[in-house]
């Protein structure tokens, strides 16, 4: 019986309400649990076949468990899914030495994890980028998946900046239809030095965000040690990306057409 609420929870987290729904529908009008088969087509297309066969195998160990009961349950694992989601899921990134204390995940693993995750809008923001083969290929993915990618970036010496390495035209290569922003209002201290974008974040369709202290370098994803906090639902996400539409929307960040 473990194992069916476990696969239960399992289809509450992976599939739309609206699925569990039809799905929880259909089961509770059987008249008994081997007419499941004939409830396969109501879990879509891209429904995992393995994951499938093993709702059906626990089901059918679970001798007392009857159709409406697992509709009950179907239906109460979409909301309690829906209410997690509401408040939002965290979880560590670390790359560096380990300690096996805190089950963390590796910042690239993290960042590539948001990116692939975007399917409308996609915002990065790093002091620098160069040289991360695995992002560059997740980039080029969401691409393809014509998602609306906006990046903000520190500006070279060339162009205002205060790096020598140009991470606009490194992004360029990915594709040239990345929107690329810089700060263009500094701040300056009064000894004439100017504020940097120091900020390291990705947010995907104000619904996944991963906050971090890792440029978008080979060093960070690979050998420096560094921390960030990985966000699945919730209001901070949204918060996020309101925040860096506004700093366009105000001009304090422009689009660089160079």
């Known amino acids: 019986m473990n194992e069916l609420l476990a696969i239960i929870a399992k289809l509450g987290l992976e599939l739309h309400p609206d699925r ?94 948001v990116i692939e995750s975007a399917k409308r809008r996609l915002f990065l923001v790093s002091f620098v980028a160069y040289n991360v083969t695995s992002v560059a290929k997740a980039l080029k993915e969401a691409v393809r ?53 120091h900020a390291k974040c990705a947010v995907a369709d104000e619904k996944n965000a991963f906050i971090t202290s890792a440029n978008l370098t080979s060093a960070a994803m690979e050998y420096n040690m560094e921390l960030g906090v990985i966000v699945r639902g919730g209001e901070l996400p949204l918060m996020l990306h309101r925040h860096l539409e506004a700093l366009i929307v105000t001009g304090v960040i422009e689009k660089i057409n160079f």
């Open 145 to 197: 998946r014509q998602v609306d990618i906006s990046v903000l970036l520190e500006s070279s010496d060339q162009h205002g900046g205060s790096i020598s390495h140009d991470s606009v035209k490194a992004i360029r290569a990915v594709s040239q239809s990345v929107n690329v922003f810089e700060w263009v209002h500094y701040k300056h201290n009064s000894d004439g030095t100017q504020g940097k974008v």
């Open 20 to 113: 569990i729904e039809s799905i929880a529908e259909k089961i509770e009008i059987l008249g008994t649990k081997e007419g499941f088969a004939s409830c396969g087509v109501n879990f879509g297309p891209n429904m995992d076949k393995d994951l499938l066969r093993r709702f059906e195998e626990a089901w059918e160990k679970s001798e007392k468990i009857l159709p409406r009961d697992v509709a009950f349950a179907l239906r109460g694992a979409s909301i309690t899914a829906k209410v997690s989601e509401s408040r939002g899921v965290m979880e560590l990134s670390w790359t560096g030495p380990t300690t096996g204390q805190v089950p963390v995940r590796h910042t690239e693993q993290a960042l590539c994890e």
